[in-house]
């Protein structure tokens, strides 16, 4: 791994994101205080940490910047496809192509395999070429089959605002985390107090 890997704010998942990878990546831009950008996978070795984190690459794997490139590419394919749900919109047809792609070059069986001392097992492989499409490809496999399932309609961009995140809705709740939430009942009341009567 690279060793100057930005040391990243330990941010909570928004609500859904530990059950949709495609959410995740996402949110892996974010907005914190300050007007801050953060990026989760700005650099090579901070991508491929992100993909090792959630069991999408071997431990050790190191990817190149056009692997790192790919990654943020399908984020804001994901992101554009996200949007255009949550404003019920056609979907931008880029988007669309991207997240087939994706999920059209990774093989949806893992193949029977022998080692003498483990016998028969299957295993998808992990060449280092093909680290990255078979992230991408769950990426984007996790992200359609949230678009077409039932959590679609919870499906929503938080309410707090610069936030960028998305997450599943859960009852009246619009943000995505404690942070967003009272920064939008401290604009509405600042509002308040700052409206004539």
């Known amino acids: 791994m690279n060793a100057s890997c930005t ?3 330990v941010i909570p998942a ?3 994101a530990d059950r949709h990878p495609g959410l995740d990546l996402a949110n892996s831009r974010l907005s914190m205080p300050g007007d801050q950008i953060v990026d989760l996978l700005a650099t090579p070795g901070d991508a491929a940490r992100w993909l090792i984190d959630r069991g999408l690459a071997p431990a050790g794997s190191v990817l190149h910047e056009v692997c790192a490139g790919r990654l943020r590419a399908l984020r804001e394919q994901i992101r554009d496809l996200f949007a255009a749900a949550v404003h019920a ?11 087939n792609s994706a999920i059209t070059r990774v093989p949806t069986a893992a193949p029977l395999r022998w080692d003498p001392a483990r016998g028969l097992f299957r ?5 280092t070429d093909q680290v990255v499409d078979h992230a991408l490809g769950v990426l984007a496999a996790d992200a359609a089959d949230l678009l077409t399932s039932a959590d679609a309609a919870r499906l929503t961009a ?14 009246r709740r619009h943000w995505c985390s ?3 939430g009272d920064r939008a009942r401290a604009a509405r009341a ?3 107090r ?4």
């Open 194 to 197: 700052s409206t004539p009567a």
């Open 7 to 9: 040391v990243r704010p």
């Open 14 to 16: 928004a609500p859904g």
């Open 190 to 192: 600042y509002a308040r």
């Open 89 to 99: 919109a056609e979907p931008p047809a880029e988007a669309l192509a991207a997240i």
């Open 158 to 171: 938080c309410d707090s605002r610069p936030c960028m995140r998305y997450l599943l809705r859960s009852g």
């Open 178 to 180: 404690v942070r967003c």
């Open 123 to 127: 295993a998808t492989p992990h060449p």
